[in-house]
């Protein structure tokens, strides 16, 4: 049906009307009072999602141009950086950083596995000169659907006591707790067409104080993406360079959405989407990728099945719902079902009758009828 379509995969994530209108009006003049009014309004909602007491940068990037803005204006060339790699997101930051000129060092973690503190602590110890510049985590990897254990790494990290934690928060924040401050993370990244409930097109990037000292000294080449400059400019209230008007008209939309819904339901919503997911695929005999449900990341769930692509394919046929693929050498062998954002607990109900639908249809019809809406309704609605 035209129309109908609803993406569940993770990012773009689907819009709300209120926020779809504010992108239908004009563009206000960006350096006018109109704008300043909005942009003030704008950075202290997104300090609030951050639970930071400091400020948030607003970029008009996609979300790899808020972490390359964060290592770049942390790290110089030469220096020693811990990369932790269990999916793809995890492997762009270590091209990012080599791209850069920096030293680059791996942990990594096989596919739907998070990383392991103990291997990240013994990293640590092992730099008594306390060379490490810095630790760079993905914090909800998004090619498979893990949750890294971001309060432990970053606790082991100070500890070390010169790295730095930097944080790609792309597909966490908005879907679960990131306290910024509590939890010492020095630059934490995140993109407005994940849990920000907009269309692609802005980055955003939080320094600590910490951050900020080693930003003013970084040596890494940088024009656009030097924070600095919009940190000046955040004084009066505004950007360095002509910011994305439409989109942060609307992000005061979906801000204030957020706002109204509370961090601790915001939280609750998405955990309890997660793990309707996790029960309604596992009763239609499918295995959730991620196997531990401690390290499930709450914005997305990977099923595996070597029928992915036919699954998908017959979702977007019969039911209009978009489901994301595996990557590389996850192709055919996981789909995603992306739940963050703009997605409420009918969203989960409706596609689970899909998938139910489009497993009959494949000849699995060896459940009971509303096996994975049932097993979803008893954690989502006990
Ligand atoms: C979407 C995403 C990004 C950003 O990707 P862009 O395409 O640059 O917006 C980064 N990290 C993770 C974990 C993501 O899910």
Request: with cysteine.
């Amino acid at each position: 049906m035209e129309n109908k379509n609803f993406l569940m995969i993770p990012g773009p994530t689907p819009v709300p009307e209120n926020v779809l209108l504010a992108l239908a009006r004009h563009p206000i003049g960006h350096r006018t009072k109109e704008f300043s009014r909005l942009f003030r309004a704008v950075t202290d909602r997104l300090s609030w999602l951050h639970q930071t007491q400091g400020e948030v940068m607003t970029l008009a990037t996609s979300g790899t141009g808020a972490m390359e803005a964060a290592m770049i204006n942390l790290l110089s060339p030469g220096d020693r950086v811990l990369c932790l790699v269990n999916g793809k997101f995890g492997e762009r930051w270590a091209k990012v950083a080599a791209a850069y000129g920096m030293q680059v060092e791996v942990i990594d973690a096989p596919p739907g596995e998070p990383i392991d503190p103990a291997r990240v602590q013994a990293h640590l110890k092992a730099d008594p000169e306390r060379v490490l510049k810095a630790v760079v985590v993905t914090h909800s990897e998004t090619s498979t659907g893990v949750l890294n254990d971001l309060k432990t790494i970053a606790g082991l990290v100070k500890e070390h006591g010169e790295a730095l934690t930097i944080v790609d928060a792309v597909t966490s924040l908005g879907a679960v707790s990131v306290p910024m401050d509590d939890w010492g993370l020095d630059a934490v990244a995140s993109g407005s067409q994940k849990a920000y409930m907009l269309p692609p097109g802005l980055g955003f990037v939080a320094l600590s104080e910490r951050g900020w000292a080693a930003q003013k000294v970084s040596r890494s080449p940088k024009f656009y993406l030097d924070l600095a400059k919009y940190r000046k400019s955040l004084k009066e209230d505004t950007t360095p360079f002509t910011p994305a008007v439409g989109l942060v008209t609307a992000l005061y939309e979906s801000l204030e959405m957020l706002h109204r819904e509370g961090l601790s339901e915001l939280f609750a919503r998405h955990g309890r989407m997660r793990d309707g997911v996790r029960a309604g695929v596992r009763a239609l005999g499918l295995k959730p990728f991620v196997q531990d449900e401690r390290f499930a990341s709450a914005a997305i769930t990977s099923v595996a099945t070597t029928e992915a692509e036919s699954i998908r394919s017959l979702m977007n046929k019969h039911y209009d719902i978009a489901l994301a693929g595996g990557q590389d050498e996850l192709k055919g062998q996981i789909f995603r079902i992306g739940h963050l954002g703009f997605v409420s607990d009918r969203d989960i109900l409706t596609a689970l009758g899909a998938l139910e639908g489009t497993l009959r249809r494949l000849g699995h019809g060896d459940f009971t009828p509303g096996a994975g809406v049932g097993a979803a309704l008893a954690v989502m609605a006990p």
